[in-house]
C-alpha cells in the first residue's frame, strides 16, 4: 500500500521497495545526485520509488518538491536518483523517480558523465512570475518561468550573460579543461548541494544566482529548454 507523506496542493508517495521500516534513517547520506543517462546502473540495486506533483506556485514549486524528494531519499540510505516520468497536466507539474546508492567513486564517475563547460540559465520556478529578459553573448532572450537556455561553452572562451537589460547583473564565464556545468538562475536562489566548478566567473553589477548542481540537473531533466 502507498504511504501518503504530504497531501495539500503538494503531493508525495512512497511507492515501492523499502520494506518494512519506511519511516526510519538507515543512511547518514547528505548528497542526493542525478544519476546521468550515461552512467550504467546495470550492477546497481533500485531502493524504491518516489512519486510527487507540485503545482509549481508560492510554497509548492519544484524546488518544494525536490527537497523532500530528496529528504525522504536520504532515510532510506538513497543518495542518488533517476526521473522515470514526467507528466505535465494544466499547471502541475506530476514526477516519478527511482532512488539508488552509489558507492563514492561512482558518484564520481556519473558527475565526470556530465557535460563540460555548459552553461544553463533557468527563468523563475513560480508560474506566476514575470519572463526575464536574458543576453548570452549577443543572442536576446526572453525566459518564461518554468523553462531554461542553454549555452555550450568552450575551453578558453568568454561568455558573457546578461540579465535584467542595461541596469541587470552581467556575468563573465571562462571555460576551463573539465569545468562542470554551470547553473544559474535569473530570478531567485534555490536550496540544494553544491559541487565546485573550476572555471573563472566575474560580475559586473546586480544579481545572479547560483542554483546549486543537484537541482540544477534536476531543473534540466524536468523543464522544457526554450528553443
Known amino acids: 500500500m502507498n504511504k501518503i507523506v504530504a497531501l495539500l496542493l503538494f503531493t508525495l508517495v512512497i511507492k515501492s521497495g523499502f520494506g518494512q521500516n519506511t519511516s ?6 547528505k548528497t542526493f545526485d ?8 546495470s550492477g546497481n540495486t533500485k531502493i524504491g520509488s518516489l512519486s510527487g506533483n507540485s503545482v509549481n506556485m508560492g510554497s509548492f514549486t519544484l524546488s518544494d518538491l525536490f527537497n523532500s524528494f530528496w529528504n525522504n531519499a ?9 526521473v522515470d516520468s514526467i507528466i505535465y497536466h494544466g ?13 563514492e567513486a561512482e558518484l564520481k564517475t556519473n558527475r565526470d558523465k556530465y557535460p563540460r563547460n555548459k552553461i544553463y540559465v533557468f527563468g523563475n520556478i513560480d508560474k506566476r512570475k514575470a519572463s526575464k529578459k536574458i543576453t548570452i ?14 549555452y555550450q561553452n568552450q575551453v578558453d572562451e568568454e561568455t558573457i550573460v546578461s540579465i535584467g537589460g542595461s541596469r541587470g547583473a552581467t556575468m563573465r564565464i571562462i571555460g576551463k579543461e573539465g569545468r562542470q556545468p554551470l547553473y544559474l ?25 547560483p542554483v ?16
Do not use: C, W
Open 212 to 227: 546549486d548542481f543537484n537541482f540544477g540537473a534536476f531543473l534540466v531533466k524536468v523543464l522544457p529548454e526554450k528553443r
Open 34 to 41: 542525478l544519476i546521468s543517462d550515461l552512467f550504467d546502473l
Open 137 to 150: 553573448n549577443d543572442r536576446k532572450i526572453e525566459l518564461k518561468p518554468l523553462e531554461y537556455i542553454s
Open 74 to 82: 536520504n532515510k532510506q540510505g538513497a543518495n542518488s536518483f533517476t
Open 91 to 103: 499547471d502541475t507539474t506530476y514526477i516519478e523517480i527511482s532512488i539508488y546508492s552509489l558507492n
Open 185 to 209: 538562475s535569473a530570478s531567485v536562489s534555490h536550496n540544494g548541494i553544491s559541487y565546485s566548478s573550476s572555471g573563472t566567473m566575474s560580475f559586473n553589477r546586480g544579481r545572479v544566482h
Open 24 to 29: 526510519s534513517p538507515q543512511s547518514s547520506t
